[in-house]
């Protein structure tokens, strides 16, 4: 239930993987695509370490769950087709696995921080390797041609080429891009609505309960050109220039802020919490500008019981 890893030292910007750590530390595959549970966080620190240290997740929103969900059945349904007519070549561990942005893309799985021991040394990893999709993009002269992409959650499409050489396309921007728009003009009202007034109002049964001749005429010009355009930017509602969709290319393309610390050389006793919460995919970033005190800062993660194979936690489509 508490996982110990060692943070970097120096400014460092590191992520983990608690489906991957999860995995190691229980020899027993656990899926990424799991919305976790977390009690809290602990670093434990001695002599004069000091330094911040920051904690975000992916976006606790429900564009985050949609666009996982929605990219997740695209993936499947790619590669269903594929085993359509070769089932045997299916993996035994197959599973959607994402990067959570542009920065763990060009770190790569290889530099998520792993479990340690009581002794300080850290797990041996198995194989926990990224999914990709094959977009075609072949001609006349060369069907199969396809270029294989990498995904990350949050930040814009094509932020260029991570440790894998691919470059990456967003789960956020590209449910953004394939949803459709409110229409500006919602509701989409008659001009002679507010017609309310006077001998002959077109809108006779809002004229029925005039008190004078001007309460119903008003009131519906308010309501007529007052809020009919959603209250957050979108595309085509004649100021933004793009769909803003949280976590996508223009708004906050970004992980989610989760909590915040400071770590002095009068820190007591050494140790510093920060607060736990629900780690969408069980991706966790970590910065920090620690200096070296009498012994590496070390990070405590506590999970939570319960009954998803001994964890708290949920899958993804029902975050």
């Not at 994402?98 to 290889?110: E, L, R, S, Y």
């Not at 999914?131 to 270029?147: D, F, R, Y």
């Not at 005039?210 to 009131?219: A, I, L, P, Y």
């Not at 770590?263 to 510093?272: A, D, H, K």
């Amino acid at each position: 239930m508490t996982i110990a890893t060692q943070l970097p030292v120096g400014a460092a910007t590191s992520t983990i993987d608690l489906s991957q750590v999860a995995s190691l530390m229980n020899r027993r595959f656990y899926r990424q695509g799991i919305n976790w549970a977390v009690a809290g966080f602990k670093i434990v620190t001695q002599g004069a370490t000091t330094g911040g240290i920051s904690i975000a997740k992916l976006p606790n929103t429900w564009t985050m769950s949609n666009s996982w969900e929605k990219a997740m059945r695209a993936w499947l349904k790619m590669n269903n087709e594929a085993l359509a007519e070769a089932g045997s070549t299916r993996p035994r561990f197959m599973d959607f696995k994402i990067f959570a942005d542009a920065t763990h893309h060009v770190a790569g799985f290889g530099a998520n921080l792993l479990p340690i021991d009581f002794a300080g040394a850290p797990y041996a990893v198995g194989e926990w390797d990224a999914s990709k999709i094959q977009v075609p993009i072949g001609t006349a002269a060369n069907p199969t041609l396809t270029a294989e992409r990498d995904l990350i959650a949050v930040g814009p499409n094509y932020p260029g080429a991570g440790a894998s050489g691919n470059d990456a396309i967003s789960l956020i921007q590209g449910y953004a891009n394939s949803r459709a728009l409110p229409n500006v003009l919602d509701p989409n009202v008659p001009d002679a609505m507010d017609y309310a007034s006077g001998n002959q109002p077109e809108n006779w049964l809002s004229a029925m309960f005039n008190d004078g001749n001007e309460q119903t005429s008003e009131v519906l010009e308010d309501l007529e050109f007052d809020n009919r355009i959603a209250p957050y930017p979108f595309e085509n509602d004649g100021v933004s220039p793009a769909t803003m969709y949280p976590g996508g290319e223009t708004q906050a393309p970004t992980m989610e802020f989760h909590d915040s610390t400071i770590v002095t050389g009068t820190t007591i006793g050494g140790s510093t919490r920060l607060k736990g919460g629900n780690f969408p995919c069980g991706l966790v970033r970590i910065a920090s500008n620690l200096t070296v005190g009498d012994q590496l800062p070390i990070l405590l993660i506590d999970l939570v019981p319960g009954n998803h194979r001994g964890y708290l936690c949920e899958p993804m489509t029902e975050m």
